[in-house]
T-cell receptor, first 119, second 110 residues
Framework: GAVVSQHPSWVICKSGTSVKIECRSL??????MFWYRQFPKQSLMLMAT?????????EQGVEKDKFLINHASLTLSTLTVTSAHPEDSSFYIC???????????????FGSGTRLTVV | AQSVTQPDIHITVSEGASLELRCNYS??????LFWYVQSPGQGLQLLLK??????LVQGIKGFEAEFKRSQSSFNLRKPSVHWSDAAEYFC????????FGQGTRLTINP
């Protein structure tokens, strides 16, 4: 089945530095990828939708200059948290949609998540 | 706007007992609906999905869910839970993008 690989699984960084998280579709081409953020004991909040070759669409309240999303190829999307601060500490999860998988799961496959801790 | 609501934040059941987790949705048209399970610190695993057709859908791990348009519900059920079912369960809906419910934490008593 479709597999989405997300790296790193956890990262600790100093306040003020930037962190990049990668989301790769391993066996399918993902024209659309999604980035979610999850605070402890809370639900997943959609941050942005990235489409290959075009600008990401950010949800209301998400700072596009702080959370940079790049979807330069059909198998890779990256989320860069710029000038990270402790309040950015969270669990970030990506999801990719396989347009050919409509009959199976409507193509949503999730990565295993990245735990970001900013100290 | 589309929305998904899970009324129960936390549910505790005894091992071997039946389970029902509630999910209500709000959409303009027939939504695509999903149930996911998440273990601590892990990603999401798809349990089952509904697009159209038979309103009772079977999923993995013995779970099933029933789509009821009249009640705008998509409740998840399992006839007999196991200790390994303890986790966070999320209902989600949408077509172009997924919107998640608040989640229900399931605790299993031995």
């Amino acid at each position: 089945g479709a597999v989405v690989s997300q790296h790193p699984s956890w990262v600790i960084c100093k306040s003020g530095t930037s962190v990049k998280i990668e989301c790769r579709s391993l066996d399918f081409q993902a024209t659309t990828m999604f980035w979610y953020r999850q605070f402890p004991k809370q639900s997943l909040m959609l941050m942005a939708t990235s489409n290959e070759g075009s600008k990401a669409t950010y949800e209301q309240g998400v700072e596009k200059d702080k959370f940079l999303i790049n979807h330069a190829s059909l198998t890779l999307s990256t989320l860069t948290v710029t000038s990270a601060h402790p309040e950015d500490s969270s669990f970030y999860i990506c999801s990719a949609r396989d347009p050919s998988a409509r009959g199976r799961s409507y193509g949503y496959t999730f990565g295993s998540g990245t735990r970001l801790t900013v100290v | 706007a589309q929305s998904v609501t899970q009324p129960d934040i936390h549910i505790t059941v005894s091992e071997g007992a039946s389970l029902e987790l509630r999910c209500n949705y709000s959409y303009g048209a027939t939504p695509y609906l999903f149930w996911y399970v998440q273990s601590p610190g892990q990603g999401l695993q798809l349990l089952l999905k509904y697009f159209s057709g038979d309103t009772l859908v079977q999923g993995i791990k013995g779970f099933e869910a029933e789509f009821k348009r009249s009640q705008s519900s998509f409740n998840l059920r399992k006839p007999s839970v196991h200790w390994s079912d303890a986790a966070e369960y999320f209902c989600a809906g949408g077509a172009q993008k997924l919107v998640f419910g608040q989640g229900t934490r399931l605790t299993i008593n031995p």
